[in-house]
């Protein structure tokens, strides 16, 4: 037997065999074809907000109230960074960039923190375009990382990190500009 829902008065009546509960059955279906039956108005379900602390306990308690206002601290965050990851930056502060196009060779020493150039050389400047023979050969790779370290000594910096890049080999015009590099006494850090 299906049971009978009195969806206005959210009253549910499930019938059994007893006579007592198709007599409630019954008059719950009829108390609803009454004309002087009233809807009662439906609120929405609000819970209350805590109470505020008074003046004297927050003094005591400054925890509470930032707990109130932060979220909670147990989720966890997410792409958190590693210690080592967070210092390292701080730790090998300069990055050496180094970029070979078929037209020209740019490097510069870069403030990882900062964002900032530090020393910039290219054989694209106006001082070098025109007195190399070549803007790509190995005479310029000598003369772009020796203008380089000369700069980045200017600077105070005494320590590079470089990392290649994804699948870069360290060998040829890469491998003339970071040997000059070293023979100016200027270390190459591990990335």
Same mark, same amino acid.
């Given at each position: !037997?299906?049971?009978?829902?009195?969806?206005? @008065?959210?009253v549910v009546?499930?019938?059994s065999?007893?006579? *007592?509960? /198709?007599?409630?059955a019954?008059? +719950?279906?009829s108390?609803?074809?009454?004309?002087?039956?009233?809807?009662?108005?439906?609120?929405?379900?609000r819970p209350?907000?805590?109470?505020p602390?008074?003046?004297?306990?927050?003094?005591t308690?400054?925890?509470?109230?930032a707990?109130w #206002?932060r979220? &909670?601290?147990?989720?966890?965050?997410?792409?958190?960074k590693?210690w080592?990851?967070?210092? %390292?930056?701080y !730790?090998?502060p300069?990055?050496?960039?180094i970029?070979?196009?078929?037209?020209?060779?740019?490097?510069k020493?870069?403030? *990882?923190? #900062?964002?900032?150039?530090? $020393?910039? $050389?290219? #054989? +694209?400047a *106006?001082?070098?375009?025109f007195?190399l023979p070549?803007?790509? %050969?190995?005479? &310029?790779?000598?003369?772009?990382a +020796?203008?380089l @370290?000369?700069? &980045?000594?200017? @600077?105070?910096?005494? @320590?590079?990190?470089?990392?290649?890049? /994804?699948?870069?080999?360290?060998?040829?015009?890469?491998?003339?500009?970071?040997? #000059?590099?070293?023979?100016?006494d200027i &270390?190459?850090?591990?990335?």
């Open positions: !037997m299906a049971s009978s829902i009195n969806a206005c @008065a959210g009546y499930v019938p065999h007893g006579s *007592r509960s /198709r007599e409630a019954r008059l +719950n279906y108390s609803l074809k009454s004309p002087s039956f009233v809807v009662p108005a439906l609120r929405p379900f209350a907000a805590p109470a602390l008074p003046p004297a306990r927050l003094a308690f400054p925890l509470i109230q707990a #206002t979220r &909670a601290s147990g989720e966890p965050k997410k792409n958190k590693s080592g990851q967070r210092v %390292d930056k !730790m090998k300069f990055i050496l960039d970029n070979i196009s078929r037209r020209y060779l740019h490097a020493v870069v403030h *990882r923190v #900062t964002g900032k150039s530090v $020393a910039v $050389a290219t #054989t +694209n *106006r001082d070098l375009r007195s070549s803007l790509v %050969d190995e005479k &310029a790779c000598k003369v772009i +020796n203008l @370290a000369e700069r &980045a000594k200017a @600077a105070d910096v005494f @320590a590079v990190l470089y990392e290649p890049r /994804r699948n870069e080999k360290l060998e040829g015009k890469l491998a003339l500009i970071l040997n #000059t590099f070293l023979a100016n &270390a190459l850090l591990k990335g």
